[in-house]
């Protein structure tokens, strides 16, 4: 919950709902929530089938590192913190200790990901979480209803 109040996403609710707030970490990240939401499936689902869920798993594993990498450096902390995180249970409680409860603020103004020009880039937009400077945003819809270009009521 701290850590999004330190990004500046609105709604302390939004980091307690199980799934969404992965979600939403992978958008800080500035990764698509919708690639993690569909390899964290794909590897649940296929984890049975002896070499392919193994190999979605260390997908899907990739695809965190890389998230929690670029939030890392969102709050000015290098990759050996990351180290941290990869310490099953206990490590990734410190790692996000250290960022939620930490002096480093948020700074999304770093370079842009490698993979900012690919598939895997944040393009999404949802209310209240902050969009990442540089990020490609389709212009909202108006509010309300208009009419028509090119339509004349009748008289």
Do not use: H
């Not at 302390?12 to 919708?34: E, Q």
């Not at 969102?74 to 249970?89: E, M, N, R, V």
């Not at 108006?142 to 028509?148: H, K, M």
């Amino acid at each position: 919950m701290k850590i999004f109040e330190k990004a500046g996403v609105e709604g302390k609710w939004r980091a307690w709902v199980p799934v969404y707030n992965a979600l939403i970490l992978a958008k800080l990240g500035d990764f698509s929530p919708w690639v993690y939401l569909g390899v964290a499936v794909a590897s649940g689902v296929l984890t049975n089938i002896p070499v392919i869920g193994w190999l979605l798993g260390l997908v899907g594993l990739a695809a965190a590192v890389l998230i929690g990498y670029r939030v890392g450096l969102k709050f000015g902390l290098d990759w050996p913190y990351l180290l941290l995180w990869l310490i099953p249970g206990l490590g990734t409680l410190i790692w996000l200790g250290i960022l939620a409860f930490g002096s480093a603020s948020w700074n999304p103004n770093i370079p842009p990901a490698p993979w900012a020009n690919s598939f895997l880039a944040d393009k999404t937009v949802w209310n209240g979480v902050p969009v990442q400077p540089g990020q490609q945003v389709a212009p909202a819809p108006a509010a309300g209803y208009g009419a028509p270009a090119g339509y004349a009521p009748p008289a």
